[in-house]
Structures are given as structure tokens and as C-alpha cells.
């Protein structure tokens, strides 16, 4: 069973930077995949990125990319998410979610049968 556990949310001022941290349980084999993703009040959740967690190789959401880094540490079973440059419209809370399959839908958040309990990140102007 794979478990998950965000931290790292907080408040900042528009510009500023966080780092969300997911800590990860249960990957067996190699093709496992960790993604990220976020929902704001009173909108659908939406896909912020993702990684193949054996490989290293990202994918990122056109809102975020350039401004939000997606790494891992395969020996502490740890994905961070490094934003920056942050404003008001990446409020939400965040969720980290884990599949253990490949998809050939980007970013498909049904794709994903494991998720954390999520990080709320709330930037003010």
C-alpha cells in the first residue's frame, strides 16, 4: 500500500517561495510515478507536475513551468516541490498522489489511486 505525507505549506507574499515536501511509502519495482496537484477554492483540482520517481524525469503544467522545480531523493523516499516566483492564483491547497502504472493521459488526476492529505499554500498581493 503506498502512503504519502505533504508538508511544507505556509503563507507568503506574492513573489516569495516555498518548498513542499511528500514523503513517500510503499513503491515497489521501478515504474513509479509521483505528481503534484492543486485546487483552489471553488475550482477543479488541477495537475502541477509530475515525476518518474526511478528516472528523475518531469513533466510540468504551462502555469508553473519555470517558475516551479519538481526533484527527488530516491534515499529518504522524498519528492520536493520547490516554488517560486509565487502569486495570488497559485493558492490552494496542494496534493501530492502517486500511481504505479504508466498513463498516457497527462496529468489525469484519476490516473492516480494514492494520494496525501494536502498542503494548504495561500499567497497574498
Known amino acids: 500500500q503506498?502512503?504519502?505525507m505533504e508538508s511544507g505549506g505556509?503563507?507568503?507574499q506574492a513573489g516569495g517561495s516555498l518548498r513542499l515536501s511528500c514523503v513517500v511509502s510503499g513503491f515497489t519495482g521501478t515504474d513509479n510515478?509521483?505528481?503534484w496537484f492543486?485546487?483552489?477554492?471553488?475550482?477543479?483540482?488541477e495537475w502541477v507536475a509530475d515525476i518518474h520517481f526511478s528516472s528523475g524525469g518531469t513533466g510540468y503544467a504551462a502555469s508553473v513551468k519555470g517558475r516551479f522545480t519538481l526533484s527527488r531523493d530516491k534515499a529518504v523516499n522524498t519528492a520536493y516541490l520547490?516554488?517560486?516566483?509565487?502569486?495570488v492564483e497559485d493558492?490552494?491547497?496542494y496534493y501530492c498522489a502517486a500511481r504505479t502504472r504508466?498513463?498516457?493521459?497527462l496529468g489525469a488526476a484519476s490516473d492516480y489511486p494514492y494520494w496525501g492529505?494536502?498542503?494548504q499554500v495561500t499567497v497574498s498581493s
Open 38 to 45: 492543486r485546487q483552489a477554492p471553488g475550482k477543479e483540482r
Open 102 to 105: 504508466p498513463s498516457r493521459r
Open 117 to 119: 492529505q494536502g498542503t
Open 10 to 12: 505556509g503563507s507568503v
Open 2 to 4: 503506498v502512503q504519502l
Open 82 to 87: 520547490q516554488l517560486n516566483s509565487l502569486n
Open 91 to 93: 493558492t490552494g491547497i
Open 33 to 35: 510515478y509521483l505528481g
